[in-house]
């Protein structure tokens, strides 16, 4: 096959023409094609829900390692914002592209750019950067805080699942200065060691973060987190880190303030233990008919509401059940069984065996004994 023959695929109501050989799962590789990956169509159907809600008519509004341009034209075309947009990829085959794609769904006024992103950032400012790297964000996160205007906001995936989660804990030091472990729930705490390292990193230029929207998917993580200018704000922000410690031997999880000087738990941190979304944003968010995933947006969208309130740090179903050496319970009736209770539960969209609860672990495994099976 010729290797730079295109395609056109259809996301949303938005036309892409992509190369042919695209990528269809996982965290893709840079390679001479310019990069697609079908499987962020999920990601991409968010950022235009996201949008329609957080996006405001005079934004400067910024898809900085844009490839085809498919997140940024889809804001563009989808959201109705009506702000100006910024789509900026370093090379030059992806740059031609975009103004393909541009042309072909009528966005006559944005600015494409072939441009080192880092650079970019160091010229101008924008309301809301969005930052879609192969891999780690941490080279672009800095330039990219000192570039967002007051109140903007900041959009970033991060596909180095792996050191966050703490299979390659020295890697997620040397990356976010941060202690990664494994444990049944460190989906969570990998994303919240990204969310808290970018909250480390806004508090150096005296900006608060304030997280819109942070989740878990596939293989990478993505945080929508809003700026604000002032010292004090970054104060409040970074009261809002922590350390999560587990004991394996009895399940007990929690978060602690401070690094405990002694310790033989798994610990992980500095991390965010603050909320993950803002609830107000999540009320207004609605999926709809246009969107190719609409349906696993529903449904990520009712979880994330489900969660507003819950404790950081979820259980498995399997770990209980492994721990207790019983069946486990379906997981809706043990959520069932803990909020009549009167504890918090709810399910996870971090894991699907996943659930929260505020119960004590001690109670908790007792319950988990009456509604499950020998
Ligand atoms: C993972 S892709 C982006 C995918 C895209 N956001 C989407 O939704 O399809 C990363 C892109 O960043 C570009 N890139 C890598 N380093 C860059 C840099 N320093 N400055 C600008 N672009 C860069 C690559 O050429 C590549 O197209």
């Not at 996982?26 to 809600?53: A, K």
């Not at 441009?115 to 996160?141: C, K, M, N």
């Not at 805080?145 to 959009?155: D, F, P, T």
């Not at 394996?248 to 405990?260: A, D, M, N, S």
């Amino acid at each position: 096959m010729n290797r730079s023959q295109l395609v056109k695929v259809r996301e949303g109501t938005t036309d892409l023409m992509v190369p042919a050989d695209f990528c269809r799962k996982g965290p893709g590789r840079s390679t001479e094609e310019v990069f697609y990956n079908r499987q962020m169509e999920f990601s991409r159907d968010i950022s235009v829900l996201l949008g329609r809600i957080v996006l405001k008519a005079n934004w400067r509004i910024l898809d900085g390692l844009a490839a085809s341009g498919a997140r940024g034209l889809r804001m563009a075309k989808e959201c109705g914002s009506g702000g100006r947009l910024f789509l900026n990829d370093r090379s030059h085959r992806a740059a031609a592209l975009i103004r393909k794609n541009a042309r072909a769904n009528d966005i006559d006024d944005a600015v494409v750019y072939c441009r080192d992103l880092g650079a970019l950032l160091s010229e101008e400012s924008f309301d809301y950067i969005d930052i879609d790297p192969f891999g780690t964000p941490v080279r672009y996160v800095d330039a990219a805080i000192q570039s967002c205007r007051n109140e903007g906001i900041l959009a970033v995936t991060a596909t180095d699942t792996a050191p966050l989660s703490g299979t390659y804990p020295r890697t997620c030091a040397r990356r976010y200065g941060a202690i990664s472990a494994r444990s049944p729930f460190s989906r969570e705490t990998g994303l919240r060691i990204l969310l808290g390292w970018i909250a480390r990193e806004a508090a150096k230029h005296e900006r608060g973060c304030e997280p819109i929207l942070c989740f878990y998917a596939d293989h990478y993580f993505r945080c929508h987190v809003r700026m604000r200018k002032g010292a004090r704000r970054a104060d409040r922000s970074l009261e809002e880190l922590g350390f999560a410690f587990y004991d394996p031997k009895t399940l007990q999880r929690g978060i602690v303030p401070q690094r405990p000087s002694r310790t033989s738990d798994t610990l992980a941190g500095p991390l965010w233990v603050g909320s993950l979304h803002s609830p107000e944003v999540l009320t207004l968010m609605t999926s709809d008919e246009s969107l190719g995933t609409r349906r696993r947006c529903e449904k990520a969208i009712e979880l994330w509401r489900g969660e507003i309130g819950a404790p950081a740090l979820y259980y498995r179903v399997d770990e209980l059940a492994k721990h207790t050496k019983r069946h486990p319970p379906k997981l809706s009736h043990l959520v069932q069984r803990l909020q009549s209770s009167g504890a918090h539960s709810s399910r996870t969209d971090f894991d699907p065996k996943g659930f929260k609860t505020d119960m004590p672990i001690g109670e908790l495994i007792e319950l988990f004994e009456i509604v499950s099976t020998r």
